[in-house]
């Protein structure tokens, strides 16, 4: 039976509730376009989500050479046909008439629509000149956590081996830099821990400044379904503002933005005090336990309590739940990775998991959890900073590993320093040392902080700026040339999720024009180039996809992310699998670390460690001193306050963050009917007590105003903390006259307008969630609602007020369809 609903108003959908130790129960979610039937869909395609990074699986309808909808897959491990709203609409911005068709080049200050070659000579010309003036640290690539993994590896071989440069970072800077790191602090090397498949076995689930019922729905609807079914778990929630998982939490921590530490380390205390830890665990596995007891040895409740603005009796009730867990399962996103102490954070949740013992065993492991669909293949192939691989650039012989995967030299790799981060990079753009940035995939205009700044160096007449993306976006519109690229469903290549499952995502229809995939763009910029290997050969030897797979699983071989045992054809089955994937693992693995730390080892390692608190690197020396086995690695950190505190003149505390039905900054899901009409515009949410004491009410006009600059929206009145404003980091101008920036001498919309130029020492990735602001009243609301959902952690408390988010006829497309095995196997 078809089950139609709103999926904009219901966006978790319906329950199948389950009990522990059983498995997911199939439920299987499709959205057509109005008035296609399931009967005239000519063709199903195999693809994964690009708008977050959960990795659901799904078939793309095609009907005529267009896309018309999709449908989830029944039998893959991660969403068991499942699919969230932005998964069931978001296909749609595909088609949409404003896609870039070809490229645009800049002339007499002005883009203007050009051929291939044209645009191609154009860069090629530029990044000739500039290796031959400047040399390669005078070009610089800035890349997505949207692309396939075939196109960050074919890119961080061309960036490293044939121009020499290391300035190569992705947007995953901005979202999960600090996961990697985390787990490259304790465990020597990055590598997602747990599973999802955990969310089946943990008595205690506990979620660190993740609201995974917005970033990732699919795996909330699946502790809603365990909610529902026998010995379900219970929820510690570990956030500021009232989200759905604070609802559902039994213990709800809300403290001080740039707090984490402190209330970590008092959480460490209480376990330890309780003697609620295991003994032969740390002694068999991990070095540094004896440093952590020293350090925390003050953090007392008490002590907490007085810094995170949160009750003592319920961090000792959360240090309970946490140390008497018979499975304990942990989840860490933006709350902490955007915060204060970022790394510090995240590295004290692992260490949690390190003295209880709760890794490598079902139900019991920790998702350092990413944000976007491919994040963690920009992380193994390198386009994110690092070596591909999960190589460490200070050890000469994964160096020269690489060299020989790559037959070129050693010294043709840049190791004389650590690779550039993406706020470095755009510094060294404004102090001119790098002249040309390519940008792929992503939107810096909006999504970098103080954006003021960004702009400023974007537009500068010395740097050559290249976009590829879909549309012209804020960025796109300071370019020299642009360059229209294929995006999901228009072109073939392999995804890799937050828990380590690969996927494939096939091609659908043809790219809109004479728009091109990324790979082929590299390809063609690489070709054009004339980058040789060492004998004279070419140094990008593959000319597809699938042979560009090939050439990165010579490169995986041996690595912690081993794809050795995948194909496509493999691929193309009825599940995605985790890597590792090779001989001794042909199935794939769901669980690091079962049989022990086995990345740690000084020369195995992906990285030494560094300081938490100064970032500053410890030499291969100190860390063959302090970790000669290669143990897991319990590293303690202080608290220290956040270094911009509100003041007279900024009261308020500012955090930015997302919501259930967008994605980055719009480019697609604002183009998508259904998307955005639930979330048309920005807003400013703040608690009850602070607005009845400013005398403010929903959906006033107010104007945020940090010593950066100032945005603009209407109040949403919620359950926040005292003391803190939330504004989505979505929006930005490409839908408003101005195009690229706010309206000359008015305050914009885009959040970080006011964010500060600010980063985390460890990981480098930006602050987001530490300004301080102040608040004003612009007009009265006159009747007029806040234009923020209802449905999510934005949902106002003046209930009866505010009208309820829902999707209307369009969003009642969406269907929960039964499938009996012989008609799933038909449509497969």
Sequence with gaps: MDRALDRIAHPWGGRTPYARHESWPVRVDMHLADGI???????????????????????????????????????????????????????????????????????????????????????????????????????????????????????????????????????????????????????????????????????????????????????????????????????????????????????????????????????????????????????????????????????TPAWASSICDVPAARISQAAELLGTADRLLSTVLQGVYQSHQATAAAVQVNNLHLIRGMLGRPGAGVLQMNGQPTAQNTRECGA??????????????????????????????????????????????????IRMLWISGTNPAVSLPELSRIRSILAQERLFVVVQDLFLTETAQLADVVLPAATWGEKTGIFTNADRTVHLSDKAVDPPGAARPDLDIFLDYAARMGFRDKEGNQLIHWSDPETAFEAWKQCSAGRPCDYTGLTYDRLRGVTGIQWPCNDQAPDGTARLYSDGITWAHPERCESYGKDLVTGAADSVVEYRSLNPDGKAIIRAAEYLPPHEPPSDDYPFQLTTGRTLYHFHTRTKTGRVPQLNAAAPDTWVEISQGDAAELGLDEGDLVEVATPRGAIRGRLRVTGIRPGLLFVPFHYGYWDTPSGYRPEDGTPGRAANETTITDWDPASKQPLFKTAAAKLNLIERSGGRAAPAPTTTASASIQVGRVPDTVGGPSAHAAQEVDLDDEEQEANR
């Design 384 to 433: 994110n900073g690092d070596l591909p691989g999960f190589r460490n650039w200070e050890n000469e012989e994964h160096v020269a590993d690489l060299a020989r995967v790559w037959n070129v030299e050693p010294q043709t790799i840049p190791h004389y320093a650590p690779p550039t981060p993406a706020m470095e990079m755009f510094r060294f753009a404004e102090q001119g040392s």
């Design 37 to 299: 039937e399931v009967r005239e869909v000519q063709k199903w395609v195999q693809a994964a989500s690009l708008l977050h990074s959960d990795g659901d699986a799904m078939d793309i309808a095609v009907k005529d050479d267009h896309i018309v909808g999709v449908r989830g897959r029944a039998g893959d491990r991660v969403n068991h046909g499942r699919l969230e709203p932005k998964d069931l609409f978001g296909w749609q911005a595909n088609a949409s008439a404003d896609r870039l068709t070809r490229p645009l080049v800049r002339r007499g200050g002005r883009l203007v629509e050009a051929d291939w070659e044209t645009a191609m000579s154009a860069i090629v010309d530029r990044s000739t000149e500039l290796l031959q003036q400047r040399g390669p640290g005078a070009i610089g690539f800035y890349t997505s956590g949207q692309l396939f993994l075939e196109e960050y590896y074919t890119l961080a071989v061309l960036a490293r081996a044939g121009i020499g440069t290391n300035h190569l970072d992705g947007n995953t800077r901005l979202c999960t830099a600090t996961a990697g790191e985390a787990l490259k602090q304790s465990f020597g090397c990055d590598g997602q821990p747990g599973t999802y498949d955990d969310i089946d076995h943990a008595d205690v689930i506990a979620l660190f400044g993740h609201n995974i019922a917005e970033t990732q729905p699919v795996q909330w609807m699946r502790i809603l379904d365990r909610l529902e079914g026998g010995s379900p778990p219970r929820l510690l929630c570990v956030d500021p503002r009232p989200t759905p998982v604070a609802r559902m939490s039994i213990i709800h921590l809300a403290p001080r933005s740039g707090t984490n530490v402190a209330l970590l380390n008092a959480l460490l205390y209480e376990i330890i005090r309780t003697e609620s830890i295991d003994s032969a665990f740390i002694a068999a596995h991990t070095v540094g336990f004896e440093e952590l007891v020293e350090n925390v040895k003050g953090c």
